[in-house]
């Protein structure tokens, strides 16, 4: 699906995704989208993509799933993922990235233009668990009731079934434990001088928990599985082990995902909460693809939501700034407090806690 778009908008976006977003993380990408930037004919196979989705992302991950579903090629020898001993990005990657994108072209054009990047990226429940903490910690034992927002699998609904090493011994063991078989321990590195409120993560006691998402996936769906491997990059084999293990404890404990619109169902949600419990809404990495003014209706909307009772929208987004930040947004009878409570990595890698005295 295409739509009218300014003439140097894609090439920016591939620029930047080369330069800002994969530049010391995934070398191949890099590579790649910094000549597929000036190459009109991936440019329009990008263009296929749904509108508010990320053109370069999306005919990587499509590239990526053709390899890990079995399609041969010899660009395959530069992904980590597919080959024990990939080859070192260079002029020949892009060559067979452009020899593979003409010989799949039908292929790949469908993925873009069906599919969405829902990239269920766990390791940022380590940014997560420190806001529900700051949550817990205001609440003084009142129950909440989590909403995920934009749930895709719903893996990070699971974050509590999850381990977690903030280093220097600063472990949190699951609090809902999934099995010695099921083990994942996420990790993160800690920057600068303010330690996030850890201890509390036990005292967040959570009634009930749904995901709500336009598209959810089904991981019993062996192509959905597959999907959000594809979305990794994929020297990320880290990553790539982690999604792994979470899928298989989401097949176990099945997150309560449905289909729902974030306009139209929040205000549902919220006023459907009892009183004696307190509504958090969570999302990361999802309110990009919504256009501003969306957002900006949905934050007046859980505003009205919070007449008579208090509201938390614990949100990890990425406009504009340096790094990813984690903030909350108090919402109490109609008025409105917001907190920057830390920066962080795209991916979970590291998180520099912010709010000073929180």
Not at 284 to 291: A, D, E, I, N, R
Request: charged share 25%; proline share 7%.
């Amino acid at each position: 699906m295409t739509e009218t778009r300014p003439p140097t908008y894609l090439t920016e976006k591939f620029l930047k995704f080369a330069r800002t977003e994969t530049h010391g993380s995934s070398p191949l990408y890099a590579l790649l989208a910094e000549r597929a930037a000036a190459d009109p004919e991936l440019g329009d196979l990008a263009a296929e993509a749904l509108p508010g989705q990320h053109e370069p992302l999306m005919l990587f991950a499509a590239v990526h799933y053709l390899l890990l579903t079995g399609f041969e090629h010899p660009l395959a020898e530069y992904y980590a993922t597919c080959t024990p001993a990939p080859r070192r990005p260079d002029d020949e990657a892009y060559r067979r990235l452009g020899s593979f994108c003409q010989l799949f072209r039908d292929e790949l054009a469908v993925i873009i233009a069906t599919r969405r990047a829902q990239t269920n990226e766990v390791n940022r429940s380590t940014s997560l668990l420190p806001a529900f903490c700051f949550v817990a910690e205001h609440l003084a034992g009142r129950m909440v009731e989590l909403t995920e927002v934009g749930s895709s699998a719903g893996l990070n609904l699971n974050w509590d079934r999850y381990s977690y090493d903030y280093g220097e011994g600063r472990t949190i063991p699951a609090l809902r434990n999934p099995g010695p078989d099921l083990e994942l321990v996420l990790a993160t590195e800690l920057r600068g001088p303010l330690l996030p409120p850890l201890d509390a993560a036990a005292r967040l006691r959570i009634a009930d928990r749904r995901g709500i998402d336009l598209h959810p996936i089904d991981l019993t769906r062996s192509e959905n599985a597959i999907w959000l491997q594809a979305l990794v990059w994929p020297e990320h084999l880290d990553r790539m082990r982690r999604l792994e293990k979470a899928a298989r404890i989401a097949r176990r404990f099945p997150p309560a995902v449905r289909i729902g619109d974030a306009e139209t169902d929040l205000l549902q949600i919220v006023r459907s909460t009892s009183n004696d419990r307190a509504p958090v809404i969570f999302h990361s990495f999802v309110l990009y693809q919504m256009p501003e003014d969306r957002r900006d209706r949905l934050a007046e909307q859980l505003r009205e939501a919070s007449a008579g009772r208090i509201v938390y929208r614990v949100s990890l987004e990425w406009f504009g700034t340096e790094t990813p930040l984690l903030d909350i947004d108090i919402f109490s009878d109609g008025g409105h407090e917001h907190v920057v409570l830390a920066a962080t990595d795209p991916h979970g890698r590291w998180l520099e806690w912010l709010a000073v005295g929180q």
